[in-house]
């Protein structure tokens, strides 16, 4: 069973590098730069760019540009505005499907706004879902209100019902 150490570790940049192996047709990622990541979280964080915010999601929806998003709320640099950049995920309405594992340890993070923001991600996203991915989700939540405060906890089931929605598995019964 994973603790809240060994979530964090696959966020500590000292840890683990986090790197996109795939697109959507199962071919290599091209490679990002950390200059376009830099850029990317300038854009959405900083006050001084508020107003070409919307135009930035929506070029990156044009470009598909959810291995970029995904590297920039990975990144170091976002440590400060990684709410901002896990809220931008929903904003751009992009699908994060097959990004659901990644942004179910998102939503278990201590960090209030960041969880709150992984959820909203989650709740908007369309499929189609691994069971398994599914399965293994439902039971890592379980694991972690064991251990949260009663607010967390029911947003944290709210979350439980919305992945049980997505499957095709009867959940009601495994607690």
């Known amino acids: 069973m994973e603790n809240n150490d060994d979530i964090k570790k696959y966020f500590d940049s000292k840890e683990y590098a986090t790197a ?4 959507e047709g199962g071919e290599p990622a091209p490679a990002v730069s ?6 990317l979280i300038s854009l959405l ?3 001084a760019n508020k107003e070409v915010k919307e135009e930035t ?3 990156l929806k044009k470009e598909k540009g959810t291995e970029l998003l995904l590297m ?3 990144s ?6 990684k709410h901002i950049l896990v809220a931008a995920c929903w904003e751009s309405e992009m699908n994060f499907s097959k990004y659901l594992p990644f942004f179910v340890l998102l939503a278990l993070q201590d ?3 960041i969880s709150l923001e992984a959820i909203t991600v989650i709740e908007n996203m369309e499929g189609p879902f691994e069971e398994a991915h599914i399965a293994d989700a439902i039971k890592k939540i379980k694991e972690k209100q064991k251990s949260i405060n009663s607010e967390r906890v ?6 439980i019902v919305t992945l049980e929605n997505f499957s095709d598995i009867n959940f009601s019964d495994k607690k």
Not at 76 to 81: F, Q
Request: glycine fraction near 2%; charge should be negative; charged fraction near 20%.
């Open 111 to 113: 960090d209030y706004l």
């Open 57 to 59: 999601l929506i070029t």
């Open 34 to 39: 950390e200059s376009k990541i830099s850029t």
């Open 72 to 74: 920039a709320i990975a």
């Open 20 to 23: 996109i192996i795939g697109n």
């Open 154 to 159: 029911v947003l944290l089931n709210d979350l």
């Open 45 to 47: 964080v900083d006050p």
């Open 76 to 81: 170091p640099k976002s440590e400060n505005n």
